[in-house]
T-cell receptor, first 114, second 113 residues
Framework: GAGVSQSPRYKVAKRGQDVALRCDPISGHVSLFWYQQALGQGPEFLTYFQNEAQLDKSGLPSDRFFAERPEGSVSTLKIQRTQQEDSAVYLC????????????FGPGTRLTVT | AQSVTQPDIHITVSEGASLELRCNYSYGATPYLFWYVQSPGQGLQLLLKYFSGDTLVQGIKGFEAEFKRSQSSFNLRKPSVHWSDAAEYFCAVGAAGAQKLVFGQGTRLTINP
Protein backbone atom coordinates (compact mmCIF):
# COMPACT_ATOMS: atom_id res chain seq x y z
CA GLY A 1 0.00 0.00 0.00
CA ALA A 2 0.93 3.63 -0.29
CA GLY A 3 0.83 4.53 3.39
CA VAL A 4 1.87 3.26 6.79
CA SER A 5 -0.37 0.46 8.00
CA GLN A 6 -0.88 -0.78 11.54
CA SER A 7 -2.59 -3.81 12.97
CA PRO A 8 -4.71 -4.47 14.81
CA ARG A 9 -6.61 -1.18 14.74
CA TYR A 10 -8.21 -1.95 18.09
CA LYS A 11 -7.04 -4.21 20.89
CA VAL A 12 -8.66 -4.95 24.21
CA ALA A 13 -6.46 -6.70 26.74
CA LYS A 14 -7.04 -7.78 30.29
CA ARG A 15 -4.58 -6.40 32.78
CA GLY A 16 -1.53 -8.63 32.90
CA GLN A 17 -1.79 -9.90 29.33
CA ASP A 18 0.95 -9.40 26.74
CA VAL A 19 0.15 -7.61 23.48
CA ALA A 20 1.96 -7.17 20.17
CA LEU A 21 1.30 -4.26 17.83
CA ARG A 22 2.46 -4.35 14.22
CA CYS A 23 3.60 -1.58 11.90
CA ASP A 24 4.23 -1.80 8.15
CA PRO A 25 6.10 1.34 7.05
CA ILE A 26 6.07 2.93 3.62
CA SER A 27 8.26 0.90 1.28
CA GLY A 28 11.78 2.29 1.15
CA HIS A 29 11.52 4.33 4.34
CA VAL A 30 14.57 3.59 6.45
CA SER A 31 13.43 5.35 9.61
CA LEU A 32 10.59 4.10 11.79
CA PHE A 33 9.15 5.67 14.91
CA TRP A 34 6.68 4.65 17.61
CA TYR A 35 4.65 7.20 19.56
CA GLN A 36 2.11 6.85 22.35
CA GLN A 37 -0.94 9.14 22.38
CA ALA A 38 -2.98 9.25 25.56
CA LEU A 39 -6.55 10.49 25.40
CA GLY A 40 -6.67 14.24 24.85
CA GLN A 41 -2.89 14.56 24.53
CA GLY A 42 -0.37 14.95 21.78
CA PRO A 43 1.75 11.98 20.70
CA GLU A 44 4.81 11.22 22.79
CA PHE A 45 7.92 9.60 21.39
CA LEU A 46 8.69 6.03 22.40
CA THR A 47 11.45 4.71 20.16
CA TYR A 48 13.21 5.08 16.79
CA PHE A 49 14.80 2.68 14.31
CA GLN A 50 17.07 3.30 11.41
CA ASN A 51 16.82 0.18 9.31
CA GLU A 52 17.06 -2.65 11.86
CA ALA A 53 19.04 -0.68 14.42
CA GLN A 54 17.17 0.77 17.38
CA LEU A 55 18.95 4.08 17.81
CA ASP A 56 16.81 5.69 20.47
CA LYS A 57 14.55 4.04 23.02
CA SER A 58 14.60 6.82 25.55
CA GLY A 59 10.81 7.23 25.47
CA LEU A 60 9.88 3.68 26.41
CA PRO A 61 8.12 4.09 29.77
CA SER A 62 9.27 0.85 31.37
CA ASP A 63 11.06 -2.40 30.68
CA ARG A 64 7.67 -3.93 29.92
CA PHE A 65 7.82 -2.16 26.56
CA PHE A 66 9.95 -3.70 23.84
CA ALA A 67 10.22 -2.90 20.12
CA GLU A 68 11.96 -4.66 17.28
CA ARG A 69 12.49 -4.34 13.55
CA PRO A 70 14.57 -7.41 12.70
CA GLU A 71 14.72 -7.05 8.91
CA GLY A 72 14.56 -3.30 8.67
CA SER A 73 10.98 -3.13 7.45
CA VAL A 74 8.06 -4.34 9.61
CA SER A 75 8.23 -3.42 13.29
CA THR A 76 6.52 -4.84 16.34
CA LEU A 77 5.89 -3.06 19.61
CA LYS A 78 5.37 -5.50 22.45
CA ILE A 79 3.95 -4.66 25.84
CA GLN A 80 4.27 -7.26 28.55
CA ARG A 81 1.99 -7.57 31.58
CA THR A 82 -0.23 -4.73 30.42
CA GLN A 83 -1.52 -2.23 32.97
CA GLN A 84 -4.41 0.21 32.78
CA GLU A 85 -2.08 3.16 32.28
CA ASP A 86 -0.91 1.55 29.04
CA SER A 87 -4.31 2.33 27.49
CA ALA A 88 -3.61 4.72 24.62
CA VAL A 89 -3.33 4.96 20.86
CA TYR A 90 0.01 3.71 19.59
CA LEU A 91 1.12 5.47 16.44
CA CYS A 92 3.78 4.32 14.04
CA UNK A 93 5.50 6.67 11.60
CA UNK A 94 8.14 6.26 8.92
CA UNK A 95 10.38 8.59 6.96
CA UNK A 96 13.15 8.67 4.38
CA UNK A 97 16.61 8.64 5.86
CA UNK A 98 17.49 12.01 4.36
CA UNK A 99 14.43 13.70 5.89
CA UNK A 100 13.82 11.96 9.22
CA UNK A 101 11.61 14.73 10.52
CA UNK A 102 9.12 14.48 7.66
CA UNK A 103 7.29 11.60 9.24
CA UNK A 104 4.26 9.84 7.78
CA PHE A 105 1.91 8.32 10.31
CA GLY A 106 -0.24 5.24 10.31
CA PRO A 107 -3.82 5.18 11.65
CA GLY A 108 -2.71 3.87 15.02
CA THR A 109 -3.70 1.00 17.28
CA ARG A 110 -6.08 1.84 20.09
CA LEU A 111 -5.18 -0.29 23.10
CA THR A 112 -7.65 -0.59 25.95
CA VAL A 113 -6.55 -2.44 29.07
CA THR A 114 -9.40 -3.57 31.31
CA ALA B 1 14.99 20.07 25.87
CA GLN B 2 12.58 21.31 23.30
CA SER B 3 8.88 21.79 24.09
CA VAL B 4 5.74 22.98 22.33
CA THR B 5 2.80 24.90 23.73
CA GLN B 6 -0.56 25.21 22.03
CA PRO B 7 -2.43 27.68 24.24
CA ASP B 8 -5.88 26.98 22.85
CA ILE B 9 -7.35 23.58 23.68
CA HIS B 10 -10.57 24.17 21.71
CA ILE B 11 -11.52 26.75 19.09
CA THR B 12 -14.86 27.23 17.35
CA VAL B 13 -15.19 29.24 14.16
CA SER B 14 -17.94 29.68 11.62
CA GLU B 15 -17.64 28.17 8.18
CA GLY B 16 -16.06 30.70 5.85
CA ALA B 17 -14.34 32.61 8.65
CA SER B 18 -10.59 32.95 8.97
CA LEU B 19 -8.58 30.80 11.34
CA GLU B 20 -5.40 31.15 13.34
CA LEU B 21 -4.09 28.42 15.62
CA ARG B 22 -1.26 29.37 17.94
CA CYS B 23 1.93 27.46 18.57
CA ASN B 24 4.92 28.46 20.70
CA TYR B 25 8.08 26.41 20.97
CA SER B 26 11.07 26.30 23.23
CA TYR B 27 14.37 25.41 21.61
CA GLY B 28 17.77 27.07 21.61
CA ALA B 29 18.66 26.80 17.94
CA THR B 30 16.56 27.12 14.81
CA PRO B 31 14.00 24.36 15.07
CA TYR B 32 12.33 22.24 12.47
CA LEU B 33 8.61 22.98 12.80
CA PHE B 34 5.54 21.08 11.67
CA TRP B 35 1.77 21.18 11.74
CA TYR B 36 -0.21 17.95 11.61
CA VAL B 37 -3.96 17.36 11.45
CA GLN B 38 -5.76 14.38 12.97
CA SER B 39 -9.34 13.49 12.12
CA PRO B 40 -11.27 11.19 14.47
CA GLY B 41 -9.95 7.65 14.32
CA GLN B 42 -7.23 8.62 11.89
CA GLY B 43 -3.50 9.02 12.06
CA LEU B 44 -1.67 12.29 11.70
CA GLN B 45 -1.46 13.98 8.32
CA LEU B 46 1.36 16.43 7.64
CA LEU B 47 -0.03 19.88 6.71
CA LEU B 48 3.21 21.80 6.34
CA LYS B 49 6.79 22.05 7.53
CA TYR B 50 9.48 24.64 8.11
CA PHE B 51 13.17 23.81 7.92
CA SER B 52 14.79 27.07 6.85
CA GLY B 53 14.48 29.94 4.40
CA ASP B 54 11.24 31.78 3.75
CA THR B 55 9.43 32.18 7.06
CA LEU B 56 5.98 31.93 5.47
CA VAL B 57 5.30 28.37 4.38
CA GLN B 58 2.43 27.04 2.37
CA GLY B 59 0.87 23.67 3.00
CA ILE B 60 -1.90 21.45 1.81
CA LYS B 61 -5.63 22.20 2.02
CA GLY B 62 -5.04 25.97 1.84
CA PHE B 63 -3.15 26.25 5.13
CA GLU B 64 -0.11 28.40 5.75
CA ALA B 65 2.11 29.08 8.74
CA GLU B 66 4.58 31.78 9.65
CA PHE B 67 7.78 31.24 11.63
CA LYS B 68 8.58 34.18 13.92
CA ARG B 69 11.89 33.66 15.66
CA SER B 70 11.49 36.73 17.90
CA GLN B 71 8.24 35.33 19.29
CA SER B 72 9.22 31.64 19.18
CA SER B 73 5.98 31.06 17.33
CA PHE B 74 4.74 29.09 14.34
CA ASN B 75 1.06 29.94 14.00
CA LEU B 76 -1.18 28.16 11.52
CA ARG B 77 -3.61 30.16 9.41
CA LYS B 78 -6.33 29.64 6.85
CA PRO B 79 -8.27 32.50 5.26
CA SER B 80 -11.60 30.66 4.98
CA VAL B 81 -12.39 27.42 6.78
CA HIS B 82 -14.57 24.62 5.47
CA TRP B 83 -16.66 22.20 7.50
CA SER B 84 -14.20 19.46 6.56
CA ASP B 85 -11.45 21.28 8.46
CA ALA B 86 -12.98 20.21 11.78
CA ALA B 87 -10.28 18.08 13.42
CA GLU B 88 -7.47 18.10 15.97
CA TYR B 89 -4.38 20.10 15.03
CA PHE B 90 -0.93 19.43 16.43
CA CYS B 91 2.17 21.57 16.26
CA ALA B 92 5.49 19.73 16.54
CA VAL B 93 9.18 20.57 16.76
CA GLY B 94 12.17 18.51 15.76
CA ALA B 95 15.69 19.06 17.06
CA ALA B 96 18.75 18.47 14.93
CA GLY B 97 20.31 15.14 15.73
CA ALA B 98 17.46 13.91 17.89
CA GLN B 99 15.25 12.56 15.08
CA LYS B 100 12.09 12.47 17.20
CA LEU B 101 9.27 14.99 17.08
CA VAL B 102 7.96 16.72 20.19
CA PHE B 103 4.26 17.55 19.94
CA GLY B 104 2.03 20.09 21.58
CA GLN B 105 -1.15 19.09 23.36
CA GLY B 106 -3.27 19.86 20.31
CA THR B 107 -6.08 22.26 19.45
CA ARG B 108 -9.51 20.88 18.64
CA LEU B 109 -11.22 22.85 15.90
CA THR B 110 -15.00 22.92 15.63
CA ILE B 111 -16.74 24.51 12.64
CA ASN B 112 -20.17 26.07 13.01
CA PRO B 113 -22.35 25.89 9.89
Amino acid sequence: GAGVSQSPRYKVAKRGQDVALRCDPISGHVSLFWYQQALGQGPEFLTYFQNEAQLDKSGLPSDRFFAERPEGSVSTLKIQRTQQEDSAVYLCASSFGQHPYEQYFGPGTRLTVT
Amino acid sequence: AQSVTQPDIHITVSEGASLELRCNYSYGATPYLFWYVQSPGQGLQLLLKYFSGDTLVQGIKGFEAEFKRSQSSFNLRKPSVHWSDAAEYFCAVGAAGAQKLVFGQGTRLTINP
